[in-house]
């Protein structure tokens, strides 16, 4: 590489290299001045220009939403255009602007303000839940005239997105088709902001440094290898040429992986295990079906409550459920049930701020402490199994008095499913995380409750080493294959295996292929990956002899035993 070729170094993840331009991400700034105009018609064409864009915006996400979850969840969208075009609505904002001689953006805060009041005052409880339209679409033409929103939904280029950090939510809302890739000055490698990076299949690199977003880069060309977690502004030709020879060998490299679909997840002494598809959105089914994934491992479904001003329906999570089952198409698909809290944060659950999220009222614990949350999503994903087949996993499970109540709400929503004459699946399976310390050592009691175990590696890690997974500063501490967290996993692995149930792994451990011999040998019966890593995960798995005499936690310490590659 040219010496004079601007470069930053960060944390990579994912295979891949873009090109393109960076482009800054202004997080919407809820904060509106007051600022006094002098040409009112002129500020009332902003508006106008702000509500055009917004509604090509929302028949864009409504297109989206209508495609991957439905048509109710894509109603929110058409009420929102209604909201927009509504005339008092406009009138309202119309008349602020030419009366006081003041901006749109505060206008626009007014007028949503005194709808707000007046829809949150009514009894019938549809008219109440405007508020929370009023509040989006407004919210929406705020950060379009503000040009907060800018490099997300209105550039018509595809970009390389530039961040201090972004938050799950942001990540999640990333549009596909428009970003190349992200990169962020801050972040961890096990948020769930780079697994989510992992599982979309956008490449990033993270953590480069504040000093990235201190430079002028806005504009710049650019190139991302977040195989090496590298950055190159305004490459020269000689770079170019080489990043470019990079890439087309990773397509091969792609490419040849592509011979495996088909084959089985079979050692080469014969023995089988499954291998599936973390995904966190209706949408990412078809990149677990494009990568020969056997099921679903994991479902995060938490990612249909962010990014929006309310609770989603039981008809909104029900659809989303059942489109994931019929895209499956009969093979297993475990949903794992809402684990908000800690990073994963919605203004409207109005969670308290706490010092140590990651150890508070996150995952299940909140659902058992808003018991209305979780029968209505009980209650959408039951409706769905009669679509596929289906199993439902609890995170974050420290006691058996947990799994006692949870089991029971099950039973209870279930009787109350049979009272409606609503029908669902009689083969349900329930299962729990293994992702606290407490769970592995109480394995052989929760073992005898739960129908499988799923291993959450990335939890598992953070709470046995004490290392806080959103913490960049302590990842030095994090050593991934520290025996202990090894030796909770093979505990789990036998006390499954002696109350006959299957146990997987769907923390990111589970596509480390430098373990991939060590999970076989301690009898681990699934492995949940990113979708683009299932084919090396086959890879991997048909490269294992498990018939040398070796112990699993010696094959993960001896590197002359791992398969990686
Ligand atoms: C885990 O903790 O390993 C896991 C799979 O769950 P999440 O990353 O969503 O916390
Ligand atoms: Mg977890």
Redesign the pocket.
């Known amino acids: 590489m040219g010496t004079d070729v601007k470069k930053y170094q960060g944390v990579g993840i994912g295979e891949a290299i873009a090109f393109g331009r960076l482009r800054l991400f202004h997080r919407p700034d809820r904060h509106v001045n007051y600022i006094h105009i002098a040409d009112a018609e002129s500020e009332a064409a902003r508006f106008r220009q702000a509500k055009t864009l917004a509604l090509r915006q929302l028949d864009e996400l409504c297109e989206r939403t209508l495609r991957d979850a439905g048509e109710e969840s894509a109603a929110i969208f058409t009420a929102h255009q209604l909201m927009l075009e509504d005339a008092v609505y406009n009138d309202s904002i119309h008349s602020i602007i030419r009366d006081q001689l003041v901006n749109a953006e505060y206008a626009i805060l007014c007028t949503a303000k005194a709808f707000a009041e007046k829809f949150e005052a009514m009894e019938d409880p549809c008219l109440k839940a405007r508020t929370a339209d009023v509040q989006d679409v407004s919210d929406r033409l705020i950060r379009i005239l503000s040009g907060s929103d800018s490099c997300l939904t209105a550039s018509e280029e595809k970009i390389i997105l530039c961040a201090d950090d972004l938050t799950p939510s942001e990540a999640a809302a990333l549009d596909r088709d428009k970003i190349l890739a992200f990169v962020t000055a801050k972040g961890s490698l096990s948020s769930?902001t780079a697994?989510l990076a992992r599982n979309r299949n956008i490449p990033a690199v993270i953590g480069v440094g504040e000093e990235f977003l201190r430079e002028q880069i806005d504009g710049t060309k650019a190139v991302v290898d977040s195989c090496t977690g590298e950055v190159f502004l305004e490459p020269d030709e000689a770079a170019l040429k080489k990043l470019l020879e990079k890439q087309r060998l990773l397509t091969e490299k792609k490419y040849l992986l592509q011979e495996l679909r088909g084959r089985e997840n079979i050692t080469l002494d014969g023995k089988k295990i499954d291998i599936y598809a973390n995904i966190g959105s209706v949408e990412d089914v078809k990149s677990a079906l494009a990568n020969d994934a056997g099921g679903i491992g994991?479902f995060?479904s938490e990612f249909l409550y962010l990014e929006r001003s309310d609770y989603p329906s039981e008809e909104e999570q029900f659809a989303a459920y059942k489109k994931v089952l019929e895209g499956m198409a009969g093979r297993q698909v475990i949903i794992r049930t809402l684990?908000i809290g800690a990073d994963k944060q919605a203004d409207y659950f109005h969670l308290k701020q706490e010092e140590n999220p990651a150890l508070g009222c996150r995952a299940i614990r909140l659902c058992l402490m808003r018991p209305e949350i979780f029968r209505t999503q009980l209650r959408a994903l039951y409706r769905a199994s009669a679509y596929g087949s289906l199993s439902i996993m609890f995170?974050m499970i420290t006691a058996v008095s947990e799994l006692e109540k949870i089991l029971a709400v099950c039973d209870e929503v279930k009787k109350e499913l049979r009272r409606q004459g609503i029908h669902f699946s009689d083969q349900v399976k329930l299962g729990i995380?293994i992702?606290t310390p407490a769970a592995a050592l109480i394995s052989d009691k929760l073992a005898s409750m739960a129908d499988f175990f799923s291993v959450?590696?990335?939890?598992?890690t953070q709470y046995t080493l004490a290392c806080d997974r959103q913490n960049p500063d302590v990842e030095q501490f994090v050593d991934p294959h520290h025996e202990a967290v090894l030796r909770l996993i093979e505990m789990s692995a036998e006390s499954a295996h002696r109350h006959g149930i299957r146990i997987g792994i769907?923390?990111?451990l589970g596509a480390d292929t430098t373990l991939t011999e060590a999970f076989l040998r301690m009898g681990i019966d699934e492995l949940s990956v990113s979708p683009d890593l299932v084919l090396r995960i086959r890879q991997a798995v048909r490269g294992i002899d498990l018939s040398k005499t070796v112990t699993p936690l010696q094959t993960a310490q001896n590197p002359a035993y791992n398969t990686g590659s």
């Open positions: 769930h697994i994991l995060r684990d995170p995380m992702e959450g590696t990335n939890d598992l769907c923390g990111e």
